[in-house]
């Protein structure tokens, strides 16, 4: 293609809240255009990059046995009842009726829809294992949408879906995809993308994990060991914490004038936040308390404790509905509750540590020396359970070695989902002594244009993206200075009409621009292998050659031997996107 | 493939409101399946020939120029305001708020989105023409879905648009696009597919064609001279009829008794109706009266009517506001009409035939000799343009042969839209004086799934479709009969594998069914080639095999000949899909 044709402006600004590599180059580069908050439209640039990322998806999905379908974006509500998620999700799914007045939504997710398949089309064990996927648009409500591609309203994705006669063939299955999942991404040219255990979240489900490109400006953030062997989303990650295991010693009121904070009592008693116990109060979505108490030095990690009381949405309790409890704001504990009649969630880092200081449920007082085993009454109705936050240097679980905090774009995951929908669907199938019985299913998504700026994140430099060979919008990028003279005009149609010959996909700077412009644009569009030709190199009979990353650095090569050695480039930078090629 | 693997039952009965072939055999042979009204799920056969048409409509998009991009199915009502078209369209286009109570709407067309791109990214005549297409999913909300894949409401569409920067370019160019649409349908296999001229309706613009494939269940009529020299849809076919020219004879009263339609005054006075003058009165949507007089024996055509007087929406008036105008129901005619007063439509039919019988405005009675350029007061007042709809037999406009009727399915389309949205949405460029001009745009679209349907209706037997190699969902359907003895087995892994590694596509049922109930199943699938493997055509080291269209006629092959055999028959049939190969 040539530059001048091509459809798309590079343009000089990023817009003002573009502040992460990928938003800035998609912008500058015209890869995408913004159309309304969180809807963008792909230009052919960015066209072509996701096109080649969706045929790296369907030969990796076919290679697990995956069976391409297509289903609807507009959905019937009656679909989302019967799995119980059209009341359950909240307004992240747009609903809306139809001209009939019929109660539709935009799909963000699909189990609802291939249940719907699965349950007419898959009868027999003997068609299982199976596995359905679509390259497809979805749709969440996003009420902020940020970061360009990261995260939208609208977007592709490759969703799958697995299904199974049992536990064990799933697991087998979601190993597999898992490789499959390693493969993509290394295939996409992404240099770092970890798997890491995580929270199911609304998909719900036992086992998940999600890929994670690394990356400074991602939103999730994951606590790994540095032997690679433990890793998790901060949603879910554990730590191995010892706890103080002292003889306890009787407890005892002390007088803690104004003492409402950790922070206060700790400074005031001489004592080290550890030696503390937090007590911290939630109300979950019917206003009913619920009373949380963890080690002083420690944070309380929502989404464990949303998990833990299985309730979806919480928000810290206000004074009044505390004080209603019986208890007193800043110097509450468990020594002032029923734990027969509040909610009550212990981290094992009270429940098993020794003489803390906790509230004495009196203004401007504590107790020294709080031990749970002897002092927690109702112990039988209260809740002890991991609801921590892990902090970075914390040991890790299975190692013990201080936990390391990464940043990463989560561009996949992965979730074995069991009967969570098959069961309230009636997916059944008939075993082989004609008992029918739900599916096991497991579900697998990749979104395609946050993919795409995962791989900016991680390939670019100050002038724009580093695209790797495997998703290149073109291959080679052709520029011609000076190119009104005839014979610069000449040598660069017919190297250009020879690269295509070749069947190269070449980019062919014909517009004539000074060379600071048209090297600038090259940068933006950030294709790996960059051609110049000008008189200078003409009148050698040779070419300027580089790679895209290698900076300033250049070669000058025999204008009669381009073309393999440009082959040969090609094929030595798809060799990095091989799955069988050691990472860096 | 493994056919006992394939996710899609195919079913011995279609539901009871498939009536075409296509709505029949897609959901029997398990390529759809209904997901809510008008809203389908491609199952992976369905899927498989969509990817093919899809890679057909990139080709061709790709050799006229084009360049992909993807715009969203999600739009911002503020686009569509900005055209007029959010006011302008009914309740086929919905409209929805999002959750920040913006008003949002489901693209079922895209130039609005497309302009917003052309009008930052294309800035000068340097850049013209261009053309940018998709292949996206579309959403129209139908009152009545209906046919299968003929008539639903989500759907996949190639929808192109061109920008220009003088009308001369876009004809040129609007040619090629015909030409490429020629192709496309020649090479998804359509046997027979008339480009006609056609009503651009709500998108506007003054050229347009339909692209019919004939076949009986079509919605569309479309009028064609025998020698193909004159195709034109329904809506806007004209013939040229004769009139009568006879002298003027003397306006004379008459009693007709109760002879209220044009066949009652036509019996008792034993005329023609074509010696006749119907009045026909519509409302506008301000229920404002329009007046419509044609001959007695030709229809009015509400899409004309429509367009001549530029509204939208028409319906019958009621007497009571017939009555106001002053004027009889059942008797009206010019004679009794204030044209200054009243909005009068009238056809050439009846303006330049002489001595027709017209209503008295009285009632009970009529009026012989109605001459219009004598009779009809203020006809400078009146219009008078051809609202006839044609019927078949008519004397064709350019030859005066008789019109042909023939049903058609619009398959795709083509528009040259002029300024209508790059004008009012500020859509312009500079032209070499550096002047800011409107670019004249062109609009090109294709429905993949209703394209595979029509394909279904024109390439189908009694027992299934017979899909063109072209958009096969395979090329070679490989039985084994009687599988279960070994050397069966192993003869057809072996072929199977053979076929595989010499990369042709082929499905290989087995599953040891009845050759009856494999063949059926053959049937329905539609494969083009089909190989048959038993013991007795062992024993003699042959394969039986025919082509899906041979009904019961087959060939014995040597197995040791297969290969070659079936690559050249591949061709053969591939062959029959390209562009350059005259139609049967």
Same mark, same amino acid.
Request: overall charge neutral; hydrophobic content about 40%; some cysteine.
């Given at each position: ?100 007045g ?22 027999s ?26 995260r ?25 995809c ?7 991404f ?44 433990? =890793?998790?989303?901060? #949603? @879910?990650?554990? +730590? /191995? *914490?010892?706890? %103080?295991?002292?003889? $306890? ?35 979950d ?9 963890? =080690?002083?030095?420690? #944070? @309380?990690?929502? +989404? /464990? *404790?949303?998990? %833990?009381?299985?309730? $979806? ?5 206000n ?32 429940s ?10 009196? #203004? ?8 749970f ?100 919008p ?35 700077d ?34 300027e ?40």
């Open positions: 293609m040539k530059l001048s044709q091509l459809v798309g402006q590079r343009l000089k600004e990023a817009p003002r809240d573009a502040q992460t590599a990928s938003h800035i180059f998609l912008i500058r580069g015209g890869y995408v255009r913004l159309v309304s908050a969180g809807l963008y439209t792909l230009l052919p640039l960015g066209r072509r990059i996701t096109r080649k990322i969706e045929q790296i998806l369907r030969e990796e999905m076919d290679r697990v046995d995956g069976q391409e379908i297509r289903m609807p974006v507009v959905l019937p509500a009656e679909l989302w009842e019967e799995s119980g998620r059209y009341a359950k999700v909240g307004s992240e799914l747009l609903r809306f009726k139809d001209r009939n019929k109660d539709m939504l935009l799909g963000m997710t699909h189990e609802e829809a291939v249940v719907q398949v699965a349950r007419t089309e898959l009868v064990y003997k068609q299982l294992p199976s596995m359905l996927y679509q390259i497809q648009t979805k749709y969440r409500d996003e009420a902020r949408p940020r970061a360009g591609l990261i939208v309203r609208e977007f592709t994705m490759k969703d799958a879906y697995s299904f199974h006669g049992s536990q064990d063939c799933l697991e087998k299955y979601y190993e597999r898992h490789e499959a999942y390693v493969r993509i290394k295939r996409i040219g992404l240099k770092q993308c970890l798997s890491i255990l995580s929270d199911s979240g609304m998909m719900g489900g036992a086992v998940s994990h999600e890929f994670m490109a690394i990356a400074d400006c991602g939103e999730d953030t994951i606590f790994a060991s540095p032997d690679g062997s433990y =890793r998790a989303n901060r #949603e @879910v990650a554990v +730590a /191995k *914490l010892a706890f %103080a295991k002292d003889a $306890p010693l009787p407890l005892n009121k002390v007088h803690t004038p104004g003492c409402k904070t950790i922070a206060d009592v700790a400074a005031f008693l001489k004592l080290s936040p550890a030696q503390t116990c937090k007590a911290v109060f939630y109300k979505q019917d206003n009913k308390l619920v009373f949380v108490c963890i =080690r002083g030095d420690l #944070e @309380v990690n929502e +989404a /464990k *404790l949303r998990k %833990a009381i299985q309730c $979806p949405e919480i928000d810290f309790a004074d009044e509905l505390i004080r209603a409890a019986g208890t007193v704001p800043g110097f509450a504990s468990l020594l002032g509750i029923d734990a027969k009649k509040i909610r009550v969630v212990v981290d094992p880092s009270v098993e540590s020794s003489n803390l200081v906790v509230g004495a449920n009196e #203004e401007d007082h504590h107790m020294l020396n709080f031990n085993a002897r002092d927690a009454a109702g112990r039988e109705h209260i809740m002890i359970t991991d609801i921590a936050t892990v902090r970075e240097g914390d040991p890790c679980p299975l190692t013990g070695q201080p936990l390391q905090a990464l940043k990463g774009i989560e561009v996949g995951n992965i979730f074995q989902l069991g009967t969570k929908y098959s069961a309230p669907m009636a997916c059944n199938y008939l075993d082989q002594d004609g008992k029918s019985k739900p599916m096991i299913m497991g579900c697998y998504g990749i979104g395609v244009g946050r993919a795409m700026a995962a791989v900016i994140e991680q390939c670019h430099d100050d002038y724009g993206p580093v695209w790797p060979m495997a998703i290149a073109f291959q080679v990028h052709l520029i011609g200075l000076n190119i009104n003279q005839p014979e610069v005009r000449q040598a660069c149609d017919n190297l250009y009409q020879s690269l295509l010959d070749a069947g190269i996909d070449a980019l062919y014909d517009r004539g621009e000074k060379a600071g412009f048209a090297f600038a644009d090259a940068d933006l569009i950030g294709v790996p292998l960059r051609l110049v030709v000008s008189p200078k190199t003409l009148a050698q009979s040779q070419v050659f580089k790679q895209r990353n290698w900076g300033k650095r250049s070669e000058l090569i025999a204008l009669d031997g381009v073309l393999p050695f440009v082959q040969q480039q090609i094929q030595e930078l798809m060799a990095l996107c091989r799955p069988d090629t050691p990472t860096a």
